[in-house]
């Protein structure tokens, strides 16, 4: 209050008072305007004027905020789409809190209560990952608990940064002002609007009708953004908690740091990739053309190849360069049917890989071996609900020995009814994606040999870039699993050097 | 009296009255008295076994497969020639077919068994679930031998180059005529099975049988080769029951030759059995006479039938009544007559069903193309073809009384 006495008094009175002289005459005008509307009986005429003008303006607010809402959406935190399959119920269970979630039941300015809401929905999520527990909440270790607070307080920043105008210029002294303003005309608004009715009975209805109705239409846009930043906090705080609890929020940022093997097989080809590569694993019998393949893709012999089997005698990796396509390890394997490519191998590589080709000759109808083999990768998948199986494509090679044995004319199409060729190679795929397990369009026809090379520079490579987006995601969690693993140990080693070195201070 | 006699025979070999249902089971009883030996066929699903039945006995019915699907799903017998057999084929479902488990039909088909043809394809150098059986086989039947027939050569041909001719792999050297990724191929999979147990020899043979349609010339390649194989794993006379000697080369000619063979077998059983009327021997011969009719699209008119009877003449006549008669005769001596009646009547039967049944071939084969009969040239045929009859149903009775 003194600050505004001491303004009024730094302004000067008599300055006020000529301030108000000068412009008496535009004050009077409302009043005489409204006296000769009295006097000539026209006020029944501006009544209505006045109520249709408010009447079309509550209208015309509706079908505005209405297209606005229809247009503007707000942002939404959305499920990481490098969550595991297993991430998905639990997410969808925190879509329904959120929506649930109503500014009549948690006003945003109960702290407790806001406290009380983020403890629920972590509540949800750890139910859902702990559901034997009594008390899901305790299953978290005490550096993830401060590491999920840093993040979302980050996230809070950012996204009021983003969303909130001028948000950066906004000072918390200034808010509190602003407070406190607002508390002042609360507390003599009713005085004041009783004076007003005692004065003047009939336009002061009139303006609590227009105040009601007004305060509607300035409310809205603000009634949105107060439940659209309700169920964001749900959703925020449900989407870290889902990261925690699944056990997938490490101490380190993991994004595309190469995982061990990798780096490994990079010693392999001899050179270093500054990040994660994407695993492109090369399966299939003995001689269906896995180094075959490897060679029609890089455009050159790059791995050996032969008639006879276990020419290929170890895992080897190539690098893949290409235009338009991120550099790629691509694993050559030996014939999953020999000796030299056991389970356990064959166990270890799959789990590595990020896309798997399986190659499959036409021209060999015993899908046994190759079937009993892709049945185990999925298995081993199944059994990891937090890692996402690798996108997986059968190669059917050797489509050129197919019946007409001396025909081979490409290009086929394969929908064609008047060649017997494009026939025979459309019922081979159809026939190998059912015994495979495979669908039609993830299983694609070539022809490897050297100087009959067909359908690999095109449609398997489109089919192999496209699905490199999803063997990303598989990557995503195969790094991720890989530094978990080797987290732990580092963090183990560095809290038990760091114990060591308080043991011997504390002996000296 | 001779017009009466030709009259006769004519009647009994021609219009016999003899109930089908008895000779039919008379046939069934001579099938088990003495069974054809059975050719098993193993390996992986369309590595071409069928094929192989196909090539061998020319039957309509050995449904091939694609190439990239199973085709055979059950196993099967094929009786060769369906009426009165010289063989069975056991053709099986391919090993390696998603959601088949083989064991049990393995066992079965290794019970049945007297010669196994395993069925490679020599592209496909990996063979263990094939080569693991026969091992196992051979260590339970050491004296089984084994043909591996490794198949569909052309997999590993360079493009537009054909089969090597002549066939180059039953000499010795062929390694170095072959296409190198070929004899390598096939060198591989010797090597892969390597010895097994037992003392009966391996033999590889490389045939490629495919459709005349597929345009790869011969269709039919290795063939002989795969005969000769046979021929040297067993001394059931396979090859010899089943081609026929040099003379016989042409279809009709090979499909004819498996009949008779088929049914002098039949008939030296129905002599070898005291419980089957030997007045059956005639009906059967009549049957043979009127599938080689159906071989060579001939109809045994009346006409027909009298220049036949005629072209053998009365020494024919003469020796078929008497026979006939002897042999009735000396059945007719309880025990022991019984018994040299039975092995004089079995060698007897085999003997005229084989020389009827060649001589009628003979003469159909003349009728169908149009060439003249010389009566000469059929009693020589017939003569001899008695005396083969008589040999092949006596080595077929030492041999049961080993």
Redesign the interface.
């Known amino acids: 209050m003194t600050t505004r006495t001491h303004l009024l008094h730094q302004f000067g009175y008599f300055r006020l008072f000529s301030l108000l002289l000068t412009s008496l005459p535009l004050l009077a005008l409302p009043v005489l305007g409204m006296v000769w509307l009295w006097q000539s009986e026209q006020r029944i005429v501006w009544l209505a004027v006045l109520a249709s003008c408010a009447l079309l303006g509550f209208g015309l607010h509706l079908v505005l905020s209405r297209w606005d809402r229809n247009n503007t959406t707000l942002h939404a935190t959305r499920a990481d789409p490098l969550w595991p399959p297993s991430a998905t119920p639990c997410w969808v269970k925190v879509e329904n809190l959120a929506e649930q979630t109503t500014t009549q039941n948690w006003p945003l300015t109960d702290v407790e209560k806001m406290a009380l809401l983020g403890r629920n929905t972590l509540e949800t999520v750890a139910g859902h990952y702990h559901p034997d527990s009594p008390r899901p909440l305790l299953e978290l270790t005490l550096p993830h608990a401060l590491l999920i607070m840093e993040r979302a307080s980050r996230d809070l920043r950012i996204e009021i940064v983003e969303n909130i105008p001028f948000s950066h210029q906004l000072k918390m002294g200034l808010l509190a002002e602003a407070n406190q303003w607002k508390e002042t005309a609360r507390r003599f608004e009713p005085l004041y609007r009783a004076g007003r009715l005692l004065a003047n009975p009939s336009s002061a209805l009139f303006y609590e009708l227009r105040r009601s109705v007004g305060n509607s239409i300035a409310g809205y846009g603000l009634d949105r953004v107060k439940a659209w930043m309700l169920r964001e906090y749900v959703r925020k705080v449900g989407r870290y908690a889902i990261d925690l609890y699944s056990g997938r929020l490490l101490l380190d940022d993991v994004v595309h740091r190469p995982a061990k093997d990798s780096v490994e097989d990079d010693k392999r080809t001899g050179e270093r990739f500054t990040d994660e590569p994407l695993r492109i694993l090369v399966l299939g019998r003995a001689n269906a053309g896995k180094s075959s393949l490897i060679n029609a893709l890089f455009g050159q012999v790059t791995a050996a190849s032969d008639i006879l089997p276990h020419t290929t005698q170890e895992v080897r990796a190539h690098r893949l360069q290409r235009d338009g396509q991120d550099e790629a390890l691509i694993l050559d394997a030996p014939g999953c049917d020999t000796d030299l490519f056991g389970d356990t191998a064959l166990e270890k590589e799959v789990l590595n890989a990020d896309l798997i080709l399986w190659v499959a000759s036409a021209v060999r109808a015993d899908r046994q071996e190759d079937r009993k083999r892709l049945d185990m990768i999925r298995s081993w998948y199944a059994q990891r609900s937090h890692r996402r199986p690798p996108p997986m494509v059968a190669v059917v090679s050797h489509i050129d020995k197919l019946r007409p044995f001396q025909e081979w004319e490409p290009p086929y199409d394969l929908s064609s009814t008047t060649s017997i060729k494009a026939a025979n190679i459309a019922s081979a795929v159809e026939v190998i994606a059912r015994d495979l397990g495979f669908s039609l369009d993830m299983t694609i026809p070539v022809c490897l040999a050297p100087d009959r090379l067909y359908n690999v520079e095109d449609t398997l490579a489109a089919v192999i870039l496209e699905q490199s987006e999803e063997g990303r995601k598989a990557q995503y969690l195969r790094c991720w699993e890989a530094e978990k693993e080797k987290e732990s140990w580092d963090k183990l080693l560095v809290q038990l050097k760091n114990t060591g070195r308080f043991v011997s201070d504390w002996i000296r | 009296m001779f017009g009466n006699m030709t009259e006769k025979i004519r009647e009994m070999l021609f219009r016999p009255k003899v109930d089908e249902k008895v000779l039919d089971e008379a046939l069934r009883m001579a099938k088990a008295g003495v069974p054809p030996p059975v050719v098993w066929l193993l390996g ?3 590595s071409g076994k069928t094929s192989i039945i196909r090539s061998l006995t020319g039957s309509p019915d050995a449904e091939i ?6 085709c055979t799903k059950t196993s099967r017998f094929y009786d060769h020639p369906a009426d009165a057999p010289v063989v069975r084929f056991l053709d099986t479902q ?7 488990d083989p064991s049990e039909d393995i066992a079965f088909c290794e019970f049945q068994a007297h010669l196994v043809i395993a069925v490679v ?1 020599a ?4 063979q ?1 679930d094939v080569f693991d059986v026969l091992r196992k086989v051979r260590i339970r039947h050491p004296e089984w031998p084994v043909i591996v027939a490794q198949t ?1 050569l ?3 041909y360079a ?2 180059s054909g089969h090597i001719q002549p066939y180059p792999f039953d000499t010795p050297g062929w390694e170095q005529i072959a296409p190198p ?1 070929l004899a ?2 096939l060198l ?1 999979q010797r090597k892969e099975l390597g010895t097994p147990a037992g003392i009966a020899p391996v033999i590889w043979t490389p045939v490629d049988l ?1 459709l005349p ?4 010339t011969p269709h039919d390649y290795g063939l002989a080769a795969l005969w000769a194989a046979i021929e040297q794993a067993t001394e059931m006379e396979l090859k010899s029951r089943l081609m026929g000697s040099e003379e016989v080369r042409d279809v009709f000619g090979r499909a004819a030759h498996q009949q008779i063979v088929g049914y002098t077998i039949a008939s030296a059983a129905f002599g070898a059995l005291p419980l089957v009327d030997m007045a059956l021997v005639p009906a059967l011969q009549t049957k043979m006479l009127h599938s080689l009719g159906t071989i060579y699209n001939v109809d045994w008119d009346k006409k027909r039938i009298s220049e036949f009877i005629g072209l053998l003449g009365s020494g024919f006549l003469v020796g078929y009544g008497l026979r006939l008669a002897g042999r009735s005769l000396l059945k007719a001596v309880p025990v022991a007559g019984q018994t040299a009646g039975a092995a004089y009547g079995a060698v007897a039967s085999a003997g005229i069903t084989f020389g009827l049944g060649k001589a009628a071939a003979y003469y159909l084969e003349r009728t169908v193309k149009g060439q003249s009969l010389d009566a000469e040239a059929v009693r020589k045929v017939f003569a001899e073809a008695v005396g083969t009859g008589k040999k092949m149903a006596a080595a077929m009775l030492t041999k049961e009384r080993k």
């Open positions: 992986k699903t369309q497969g694609n190439g990239f699907q199973s391919g090993l390696g077919e998603v959601d088949y394809k592209a496909e150098g990996i263990d569909c052309h997999e590993l493009p537009d990724d390598r191929s591989f495919t349609e597929d345009g790869i």
